[in-house]
Each structure stands twice: as structure tokens, then as C-alpha cells.
């Protein structure tokens, strides 16, 4: 149990390091950051969907192989795709970021109730920080900003309010053990 509350520890560190990371480019850069995100996840489809390819070659040509084969070909496809159009991809990524945001804020609040409460350490205000995560995403899925740039930036402010809450959940339970 207490390996699982180490590495769970140790999970929210980084995932609060990377909020932070993304929140402040976001906040800084909307518009450029933006683009090379969806650019680096481009690179990052095709890199999956060669790979991808490589194991089915590699395979005795199972049935679900196949199935792996065509997958990787839409991978590839959409790699593409978000190289070639980064300006409309950009402009659809906000509901990918929003649910992201959502599922560290839900994570973030089952952990305040879980692992904060059974340590003993003050838990209810990081629930409420969480709580005020989960809005913050169904905020950017709902996307009522009219400019993209303004977007990106409560996005960003978004996922730095949820890295601060995952590193200061990390740090309050470091300090208790």
C-alpha cells in the first residue's frame, strides 16, 4: 500500500510539472504554442503508426493484425493531417484539452478524498482546488471565448491551477510522511 501511495506521489509530481510547463506556454504564446503541439503530435501519430506497421510486419498475420494494420494507416493518416493543418486542428484541440483538464481535476479530487484524507492531511481545500479544475474544463469544452488566443490562455490558466494543486497535494503528503 504504501509503494502504490509513493508512486501515486510521485505520478501528481510530474502530471503537476507537465500542467505547469503546458499552462505557462499557453498563457504566454497561445497561438504558436499551439501550433507546434499539434505539430509535435503529428510527428507523434506517425512515429505510433510506423511502429505500428513494423509490428505487423514482424507478426504471423493474425486476424487482429489486421486490424492493428489498418489502425496504424489512420494513425499515419491523421500524423498527417495535423502537420498539413495545424491552424484547424488548433482550433479543434480545445475539447481534447477541456477533457484532459476534467480527468486531472476528477483525479486530482478522488485523490484529495482518498489518499490526503487517510493520511490525516487537510484534504477539503484541495478537493474544493479540484472541484474548481473540473469547472475550468467543462468551461473550455463548453469554449464560450470567441478568440482562440483567449482560449488557449484559460486553458492555460486552467492546467496551471491543476499542476499547483497536484504538486502542493505532492508536497503536503511528502511532509506528513
Do not use: C
Amino acid at each position: 500500500m504504501k509503494e502504490k501511495v509513493k508512486s501515486a506521489l510521485q505520478n501528481k509530481l510530474f502530471t503537476g510539472i507537465v500542467f505547469i510547463l503546458m499552462g505557462l506556454g499557453l498563457i504566454f504564446a497561445p497561438a504558436e504554442y499551439m501550433l507546434w503541439i499539434v505539430r509535435i503530435m503529428g510527428i507523434l501519430l506517425i512515429i505510433a503508426a510506423v511502429v505500428r506497421v513494423i509490428v505487423f510486419i514482424r507478426s504471423e498475420k493474425q486476424a487482429a493484425d489486421v486490424v492493428g494494420l489498418v489502425l496504424s494507416l489512420v494513425l499515419l493518416a491523421a500524423g498527417i493531417y495535423f502537420i498539413a493543418n495545424p491552424k484547424f486542428v488548433a482550433t479543434q484541440i480545445h475539447f481534447v484539452l477541456g477533457v484532459l483538464v476534467i480527468i486531472q481535476g476528477a483525479v486530482g479530487f478522488v485523490h484529495a478524498i482518498t489518499v490526503l484524507r487517510k493520511a490525516g492531511v487537510p484534504w477539503v481545500p484541495y478537493m474544493i482546488l479540484f472541484l474548481i479544475v473540473i469547472a475550468l474544463g467543462v468551461i473550455i469544452v463548453w469554449n464560450p471565448f470567441r478568440a482562440a488566443a483567449w482560449l488557449y490562455r484559460f486553458i492555460g490558466i486552467a492546467m496551471l491551477i491543476g499542476g499547483i494543486a497536484d504538486i502542493a497535494a505532492f508536497f503536503m503528503k511528502k511532509k506528513e510522511q
